[in-house]
């Protein structure tokens, strides 16, 4: 039975892909960038922007959901009610998550909040 062996391609193509798996696994990133420091969402944003106003509110835009895919992959929220006395209320909110990686990924807020009922 004649059976074919590793021929010269073979091996420098197995060799390049070898190589390739070994430059990726040296080129994951292993330290955790800390882009906030010890400041807090809350202590960087400001309470006033333009004409608006921040206005504390208890029944706002995000309930709380403990154990939800939203507080296992961001390490802090804001959400915020600017209002003003001559211009519509404005809403903010800023999600920011320690770990980024593939699973946290930017979506943008028209798909977002398109998906629970907003029109923006």
């Not at 906030?36 to 969402?41: F, I, N, R, V």
């Not at 961001?74 to 959400?79: C, F, I, K, N, R």
């Not at 990686?101 to 029109?119: F, I, K």
């Amino acid at each position: 039975m004649n059976r074919p062996g590793l021929n010269r391609r073979d091996l420098i193509m197995g060799g390049a892909m070898l190589s390739a798996a070994a430059g990726a696994l040296a080129l994951t990133p292993r330290n955790r960038l800390v882009l906030l420091g010890d400041e807090t969402l809350e202590a960087l944003i400001p309470k006033k922007i333009g004409d608006w106003n921040y206005t504390p509110s208890t029944d706002f835009i995000l309930p709380k959901s403990p154990g939800s895919l939203a507080d296992r992959l961001y390490s802090q929220t804001v959400a915020r009610l600017y209002v003003s006395p001559t211009k519509l209320p404005m809403m903010l909110v800023i999600a920011y998550g320690a770990v980024q990686n593939d699973l946290l990924q930017l979506h943008r807020p028209e798909t977002c909040y398109a998906a629970v009922g907003y029109t923006i």
